[in-house]
């Protein structure tokens, strides 16, 4: 694994990162300002100070935040597939070109999302594309690691699992034509309806893999640095990986009776914090 940070692939993946992450920044400060334009608050203490209203609902507020959390869904993927991609010994050129791409088109999805919502295939395109370069960089970043079947592996795995379970999102939308936009109603002869219950379990699947998938990449890689045996580490990841995986299929896929979710969430967690734990104890005199 060649990496140095004056090699100009690293380089640029670390100014792309950074501008991904003050937008992220900007994003949010974007919603606040709508609220605050809009005289809507989400909680009783905010709307009393500034004079407006308890409104959870706002279309307005609403389509920022969906773009906000898009960004959310979407740019801690390319955080860690580019930075296992750079350790691949890419090409500088064509991975400052891809990181370039994504993140312009990043912005434009944003831009025709929350700022000046445009008629879809505007935001579809702009998804699309970077969609598609985080999908290159995990597949160049397993094949170039598959011998090993390490943390990277099973990093990139889980990150190429999250942007999929997007996907199944979209697909799940599409087949019961209920959208969160309007725009997107109007190109696909559906309607708007952001309580469908199939969607939203899918949503929900999401979401939980959101909450749970980036503690490993940090909790694995802190992991890793502590010197564990090979084998028993890369048995944790497996494990890991293989129980969110079926986490999501019988959550969102095939849905199935409890104890079958509790089950593959709790292994992995506790995966989490056994790790956590090696990581704090083998650095405790640095407290």
């Given at each position: 694994m060649a990496f140095s940070l004056q090699d100009a692939a690293v380089q640029s993946y670390i100014v792309y990162s950074a501008i991904l992450a003050l937008k992220l920044l900007a994003l949010s400060t974007l919603t606040g300002m709508k609220r605050m334009s809009k005289k809507v608050f989400a909680n009783p203490e905010d709307a009393a100070a500034l004079k407006g209203k308890v409104n959870l609902n706002d279309p307005e507020v609403e389509r920022v935040r969906r773009a906000h959390l898009n960004d959310l869904e979407n740019i801690p993927a390319f955080w860690l597939?580019?930075?296992?991609?750079?350790?691949?010994?890419?090409?500088?050129a064509w991975a400052?070109?891809?990181f370039r791409v994504y993140t312009v088109s990043r912005f434009i999805h944003t831009f025709v999302y929350a700022v000046v919502p445009m008629p879809q295939p505007a935001r579809g395109i702009a998804y699309g594309v970077p969609y598609l370069i985080k999908w290159y960089m995990g597949i160049q970043v397993i094949l170039h690691y598959a011998a090993a079947l390490s943390y990277i592996v099973y990093s990139a795995i889980l990150a190429l699992k999250l942007i999929a379970v997007s996907t199944l999102t979209s697909m799940k939308r599409?087949?019961?034509k209920v959208y969160a936009n309007p725009e997107d109603a109007a190109a696909l002869k559906g309607k708007v309806n952001l309580n469908?219950?199939?969607?939203?379990?899918?949503?929900?699947a999401h979401l939980n893999d959101l909450e749970n998938i980036p503690a490993f990449w940090l909790l694995g890689a802190l992991?890793?640095?502590?010197?564990?045996?090979?084998?028993?580490?890369?048995?944790l990841f497996r494990v890991y990986t293989i129980s969110r995986l079926v986490h999501t299929f019988v959550y969102a896929i095939v849905p199935m009776p409890q104890p079958a979710r509790g089950m593959a969430f709790g292994v992995p967690y506790l995966i989490k914090w056994y790790m956590g734990i090696q990581v704090i104890l083998h650095y405790a005199t640095a407290l």
């Open positions: 597939l580019g930075a296992l991609y750079v350790t691949t010994a890419p090409v500088a400052t070109l891809l599409l087949s019961r469908d219950p199939e969607v939203e379990r899918v949503r929900r992991y890793v640095t502590t010197g564990p045996v090979a084998t028993w580490a890369t048995f």
